[in-house]
């Protein structure tokens, strides 16, 4: 009886909610396959469907990369025109921005290609100062992939993008801070701890369903003028305050103690809007 390979990709839940992805090939600095791939949607899948799951954050194995990009010997094939790779039946590879709960990433080493995308597509990026990041894909022969060209000017400047898109040259983690594309610095021995740390503040403090609602606000009003957003604010707000959320937001503030959120899914049964005045009587 043969035992099972390891995984490339590592889970594991804390009793906070959050869940840890790790890239695990390390002995291919955690470069990307279809085996990869496969495994990265379904964990997301189960991330979005399970209720005990907050946050994610996303790392790589090892102490030297996160994730490269697309494996050599996959690039490879697809240049020669023979890569199995069915484009067409594989959800986009926006999973960490489209995923309800917040994503964090924990970038410790060198992060390029569809590493970088997937960095790129969180909503919060933590990395040592000697992380590696290049977009890589004008140094290949190809384009901005999976819409990282929408998001990263976003991030850093109209002029920081095409820099990085045109050149494909690496930064260093420190200028990645610098530019804006990275929140958070930290040394080696630290960086998953913080990530970890921030995630489960994140879980235990802040309401799924209002971080679900945030998350969609910020991808929607990048293509919407300022008064689209803050009526469309409008709306999500009264939304939000038949949710029971609201009511536990308030309450917890007012009684000076912990929130107990429900979890992204409990929250769906609303009720009549609630005016702040209202809970402190």
């Given amino acids: 009886m043969t035992e099972n390979p390891t995984p490339v990709i590592l889970t594991e839940l804390t009793g906070d ?6 890239l695990n090939r390390p002995e291919r600095h955690n470069a990307w396959t279809l085996e990869m ?4 949607n379904e964990l997301f899948d189960r991330a979005e469907s399970d209720p005990a799951v907050r946050a ?18 996959v690039l ?34 060198a992060c390029a290609g569809i590493g970088f995308n997937q960095a790129v597509m969180c909503d919060v990026r ?7 990041f290049a977009a890589a894909f004008s140094a290949r022969g190809l384009v ?28 260093s983690g420190t200028e990645a801070f610098e530019m804006g594309l990275v929140n958070r610095l930290c040394e080696p021995g630290d960086l998953l701890p913080a990530a970890l740390a921030y995630a489960t503040e994140l879980a235990r403090s802040a309401s799924p369903y209002a971080m679900s609602l945030i998350k969609r606000q910020l991808a929607d009003d990048q293509t919407r003028t300022f008064v689209e957003s803050r009526d469309a604010a409008a709306a999500l707000l009264a939304t939000a305050k038949r949710a029971p959320d609201y009511r536990e937001g308030v309450r917890s503030f007012i009684e000076r103690r912990q929130p107990e959120f429900a979890a992204l899914g409990e929250s769906a049964a609303l009720g009549e809007p609630v005016a702040l005045g209202e809970e402190s009587s």
Avoid at 17 to 22: D, K, R
Avoid at 37 to 40: D, Q, R, T, W
Avoid at 60 to 66: D, E, I, K, Q
Avoid at 126 to 132: D, I, N, Q, R, T
């Fill in 76 to 109: 490879d094939g697809a240049s020669s025109g023979a890569s199995p790779w069915p484009t067409d039946k594989l959800p986009p590879r926006t999973r960490p921005m489209t995923c309800p709960k917040p994503v964090v990433a924990a970038v410790n080493g």
């Fill in 144 to 171: 901005a992939e999976d819409g990282v060209s929408w998001i990263l000017p976003r991030l850093v400047g109209y002029g920081n993008a095409g820099d990085l898109l045109l050149s494909s040259r690496r930064i």
């Fill in 56 to 73: 994610v954050v996303l790392t790589g194995a090892g102490h030297r990369s996160f994730c490269p990009g697309m494996d050599m010997s």
């Fill in 17 to 22: 909610g959050v869940m840890l992805l790790t």
């Fill in 37 to 40: 791939e496969l495994l990265y």
């Fill in 126 to 132: 933590f990395a040592v100062p000697g992380a590696k």
